[in-house]
């Protein structure tokens, strides 16, 4: 099995640009999560999807994020206008319908807003 | 709300010798899920070990193993024999099964553990 792959690895923009991030999950993974990690703190949830349907956002995803899984393969998370404060890593994980509770994080995506 | 409690941020341990990660954990459920990850400098997380709160037995993977109390939600990780390559940020987390849709990560703040010669 190929594992969770995130693309880009690394993004530096000027605060106010729009980003777009693309996760691709573990092939015949139904669940997929994103998940936040700013520097010395542990990941935090953003949001859930189960194939293509989205059934969880986290307080933290403003309006200035959205997130999309269509035909319930791979996602992509879109920040809008963003701010220096969205600077983080993203972090995609994955999990099977044999084991849910069996998460599968990808590398991440490094954000860095000037 | 859950919370999870890492206490220490950097811990130390000389190759081949033991060392105890802590973690406690604030809950009102009864069924749950523990876990640790660990994440290697520039490398993705990976899963260490994972512990159900309804079994009494600790789990263990090879030299990983925890010290589940749940009466004190303690989960602590014991790293025998000590590697190198066990040089990484250790994260404690928390599951909840029961919400009916997502089953989220609650992740504590993280624990670097360095391993030396």
């Known amino acids: 099995d190929t594992g969770v792959s995130q693309d880009p690895r690394h993004k530096i923009t000027k605060r106010g640009q729009n980003v777009t991030f693309r996760c691709d999950p573990i092939?015949?993974?139904?669940?997929l999560y994103w998940y936040r990690q700013t520097l010395g703190q542990g990941p935090e949830f953003l949001t859930y999807?189960?194939?293509?349907?989205?059934?969880?956002k986290s307080r933290l995803l403003s309006d200035r994020f959205s997130a999309e899984r269509p035909k319930g393969s791979f996602s992509t998370l879109e920040i809008q206008r963003t701010e220096q404060g969205d600077s983080a890593m993203y972090l995609c994980?994955?999990?099977?319908?044999?084991?849910?509770?069996?998460?599968?994080f990808g590398p991440g995506t490094r954000l860095l807003v000037l | 709300a859950q919370t999870v409690t890492q206490s220490q941020p950097e811990m130390s341990v000389q190759e081949a010798e033991t060392v105890t990660l802590s973690c406690t954990y604030d809950?009102?459920?009864?069924?749950?899920?523990l876990f640790w990850y660990k994440q290697p400098p520039s490398r993705q997380m990976i899963l260490v070990i994972r512990?159900?709160?309804?079994?009494?037995q600790n789990a263990t993977e090879n030299r990983f193993s925890v010290n589940f109390q749940k009466a004190a939600k303690s989960f602590s990780l014991k790293i025998s024999d000590s590697q190198l390559g066990d040089t990484a940020m250790y994260f404690c987390?928390?599951?909840?099964?029961?919400?009916?849709?997502?089953?989220?990560?609650?992740f504590g703040t993280g624990t670097r553990l360095q391993v030396t010669l």
């Open positions: 092939s015949e993974h139904n669940r």
């Open positions: 994980a994955s999990s099977p319908p044999s084991l849910p509770i069996r998460q599968y």
């Open positions: 999807f189960q194939n293509e349907a989205q059934l969880e």
């Open positions: 987390a928390f599951m909840n099964p029961n919400t009916g849709t997502a089953s989220k990560l609650t």
């Open positions: 809950t009102s459920e009864s069924n749950y899920y």
């Open positions: 512990q159900e709160a309804y079994k009494q």
